[in-house]
Structures are given as structure tokens and as C-alpha cells.
């Protein structure tokens, strides 16, 4: 969904006056809080896909853009009435859902997903220039973010590094020890590493602490909350994860971590978002789905070297 909302923007400048609304899921809503693009960020109504439909029929949509392209999506979009709905180029029934279909065929070179999505505007007479999406934060909240980061007595002017230990595939998890030996070089160079807690890194975030003392520790609060304390960051650090988006969107530095995701589908290529891969040839291969690598070693053939360098020079790059 974050992706997705990057064409929010360019919709927007092309058409000031236009009606626009984002449908997505109740827990990504959050997300697009304080956005100016979007004239409405709806949710299907729960209560059955017919009224779903009704609730998009209704609208009475000249243009739809499917960037899902789901069975669930296409029942929307087939019955939306709207004269142009764009959608992938999909094998199976549900591609008379759209009368546009945009080719999801790899090329030659990997492309970001963002711009991948672009291709829609393209086809709507819409020159894209948004590079990537972006989160907005009231005062108030940024606020809030700050004052959960300053309860934990970080001494003055240290930086502060976040670290996300898990990921939504377990093979897109960095080991817990390495993250621990990143810790332990940051806390020698100055800088406070704090990792980000989720509900399911109780266990690895005791595991890293006890590894690396001096580690500070701050559970994951609600997710307006949680871009908070985001935002207080000066590096992310973490696997190709959401809290690696959510901080590219606030424009904070990452460096992110790519085992079986290809960091040129994933990762915008800025100066600001650095990508550090496995140097084996078997782990890109993995990445674009020629092969698998069964062992899922990908994550693992990430030495702690190379994160280091990248955090230092995220760190040196900043006032």
C-alpha cells in the first residue's frame, strides 16, 4: 500500500481538482493519515463483497487502477462501472475485470516496484516524477515520537541508530549475533543502537541485548506512534521489511538488508536508502525467482563488514 500511494502524488499535480480515493485495509489506513493527494482513503465495506460493490459502483469512477490485481480486487473493478480499468496483465478468468492491462513481464534490467506502478500513470496520459512515497506527520505526533525516544536517557548529541530484527519471511531475517556485532561497533563509535521491538522479537531482542550491552530497547507502539519514533532516527537499519519503507517515506537514512528480495525491485537506489546484498551470484538468482537457493543462506552471506561501513557512511553524510 505504501508503494502504492506514490501515484497519489502525481495524480494530484495532474489533476488538482480530481476526485481520488485510495481504497486499502483497515491496517494500512493509519498509513495515509495527514496525506494530502487522496480526496477520500476508503475501506471495503465488511459486511460482504456485494455491498463491497455497491460501495464502488456507487462512486461512479471514470478511471480505476488496480494495482493488486487479486480475484477479490478484479469482483471490484468488473463491477465498478468505469470506463477504463487498469490492471496487470493476469492469466485466468478474472482478466476481463480490466480493459487495460499493463505488462508485469521482467525486463531486461530490474526496476523499482514504485516505478513498475508508474507504468499505470503512463497509460493515463500522467507523467510520473514522484521518486518514492512519504508518510506525514502532525507536530503533535512527532512530538510524542520524541518523547518515547528521550525516556530512554540516550545521552546528548550520540546518534541514534534503529534496528529491525525480524522481517515478514523468515529467510529475510539477518541472524540475531550479527546484528549484536553491529551493536557493539556502533556503541564504540559513539552511536546508540536501539532496537525496535515487535511482538514476535521478545525473544531475539533479550538474545541481542544480553550480546550487546549498553543496547537500548524501545517495544514497537501503535504505528502512527511507531513513525514517531521513527522519524527520531538518524539510520534504519533492517531486512526488506515495512519499517524499511515507512523509513524511506519520512526520509530517514537506511540501509537495508536483501537476501531472497532484489534490492533493485525493492530499494529506490537514493544516496539516502543503501542496499547491501549478498555478493553471491546464487542469492541474485534466488531474488528474481530463477532458482532457489534451498539452503536460504542468502541472509547469511551478509557479513557485518559491510553494514558497519554503510552505517558509518549514512552517519557521516549527515549535519
Given at each position: ?51 463491497a ?58 526496476r ?17 516524477m ?41 529467510y ?20 546508540v543502537p ?9 525473544d531475539?531482542?533479550?538474545?541481542m541485548v544480553?550480546?550487546?550491552?549498553r ?105
Amino acid at each position: 500500500m505504501l508503494l502504492t500511494s506514490t501515484l497519489l502524488e502525481d495524480l494530484r499535480r495532474a489533476y488538482p481538482a480530481a476526485q481520488i480515493d485510495f481504497l486499502t485495509s483497515p491496517r494500512a489506513v493509519p498509513l495515509l493519515d495527514g496525506n494530502p493527494w487522496p480526496t477520500t482513503v476508503m475501506v471495503p465495506d465488511q459486511r460482504g463483497p456485494l455491498r463491497a460493490m455497491r460501495q464502488i459502483r456507487a462512486r461512479r469512477y471514470d478511471w480505476i487502477i488496480d494495482s493488486q490485481t487479486s480475484p477479490a480486487s478484479a469482483r471490484l473493478v468488473l463491477l465498478s462501472g468505469a470506463r477504463r480499468r487498469l490492471g496487470w496483465d493476469i492469466s485466468g478468468p478474472w482478466r476481463v475485470a480490466y480493459n487495460e492491462r499493463i505488462s508485469r513481464k521482467p525486463g531486461p534490467r530490474p526496476r523499482y516496484v514504485v516505478r513498475q506502478r508508474q507504468e499505470f500513470l503512463e497509460r493515463l496520459g500522467v507523467t510520473p516524477m514522484a521518486s518514492r512515497p512519504k508518510v506525514f506527520l502532525a507536530e503533535a505526533e512527532r512530538a510524542a515520537g520524541a518523547a518515547d525516544l528521550a525516556a530512554l536517557e540516550i545521552p546528548p548529541g550520540r546518534p541514534l541508530v534503529g534496528l529491525v530484527l525480524s522481517a515478514g519471511s523468515p529467510y529475510s531475517r539477518w541472524p540475531v549475533d550479527r546484528f549484536a556485532q553491529v551493536a557493539r561497533q556502533l556503541l564504540e563509535d559513539g552511536a546508540v543502537p536501539l532496537v525496535l521491538e515487535t511482538p514476535v522479537d521478545g525473544d531475539d531482542a533479550a538474545r541481542m541485548v544480553a550480546m550487546a550491552p549498553r543496547t537500548c530497547r524501545l517495544a514497537v507502539p501503535e504505528l502512527r506512534r511507531f513513525l514517531a519514533v521513527i522519524a527520531g532516527l538518524r539510520v534504519m537499519v533492517s531486512g526488506d521489511t515495512g519499517p524499511a519503507h515507512m523509513a524511506m517515506a519520512l526520509d530517514i537514512p537506511t540501509v537495508t538488508l536483501y537476501g531472497p528480495s532484489r534490492a533493485a525491485n525493492w530499494n529506490p537506489g537514493l544516496p539516502s536508502t543503501v542496499a547491501v546484498s549478498s555478493p553471491r551470484r546464487r542469492c541474485d538468482g534466488c531474488a528474481r525467482g530463477l532458482r532457489r537457493n534451498q539452503r536460504h543462506t542468502c541472509m547469511m552471506e551478509i557479513e557485518v563488514t559491510p553494514v558497519i561501513e554503510a552505517i558509518r557512511g549514512q552517519l557521516a553524510s549527515q549535519p
